[in-house]
């Protein structure tokens, strides 16, 4: 290993680790990801290891990690649905891809496939005219999760259809006619 050059200022390692240098940051950086492939390859190499220390530091303090969780899946809202749409997938052994609520909002015109209204996209699940990804054939049913099978629809339209096909339009514009 090379030693540093003195004109980076570096005589003891707390100096070398504050040198605002080009040079020494690109080190650091270098080293950094060394560490991160590294850390990657020993988990995908240990994951019964990796799982035992999951539920270890999760039963020394779960309230913490519960919240950490929560801001996970706040910071990233789309990822728990699609990883529970995905999981759901895997259990009825149906074909899964991947997509996303905004996606398949732009695809269907922002509009209720059920209801034919307009979805507000800054609306939260559960208000009743969030928008949610319904399957026009239900994963219970036998339905893929795939693009062909999803459409845009308003939560309690989507509520409502529960795992059916789709009733009669008039049913769905008289459940969204008083929220609007």
């Given at each position: 290993m090379a030693r540093p050059s003195?004109?980076?200022?570096?005589?003891?390692?707390?100096?070398?680790?504050?040198?605002?240098?080009?040079?020494?940051?690109?080190?650091?950086?270098?080293?950094?990801?060394?560490?991160?492939e590294a850390k990657r390859i020993w988990r995908k190499a240990n994951p019964e290891l990796v799982r035992e220390q999951r539920q270890e530091r999760y039963w020394k303090n779960p309230e913490r990690e519960r919240e950490q969780n929560r801001l996970?899946?706040?910071?990233?809202?789309?990822?728990s649905s699609a990883k529970e749409r995905r999981r759901r997938?895997?259990?009825?052994?149906?074909e899964s891809e991947p997509y996303t609520l905004a996606a398949v909002a732009e695809a269907d015109g922002f509009e209720c496939v059920l209801c034919e209204r307009p979805v507000d996209m800054t609306k939260t699940v559960p208000h009743p005219l969030a928008p949610t990804v319904d399957h026009a054939l239900p994963i219970s049913l036998g339905g893929p999760?795939?693009?062909?099978n999803v459409q845009l629809a308003h939560f309690v339209c989507n509520s409502a259809k529960g795992n059916r096909f789709a009733l009669p339009l008039a049913y769905y514009q008289r459940l969204t006619a008083d929220l609007a």
């Open positions: 003195p004109e980076h200022g570096r005589t003891t390692l707390a100096v070398a680790l504050k040198c605002p240098c080009e040079l020494c940051e690109a080190a650091r950086e270098r080293r950094r990801e060394q560490m991160r996970w899946r706040d910071a990233n809202p789309g990822w997938a895997r259990k009825a052994l149906v999760d795939t693009w062909d």
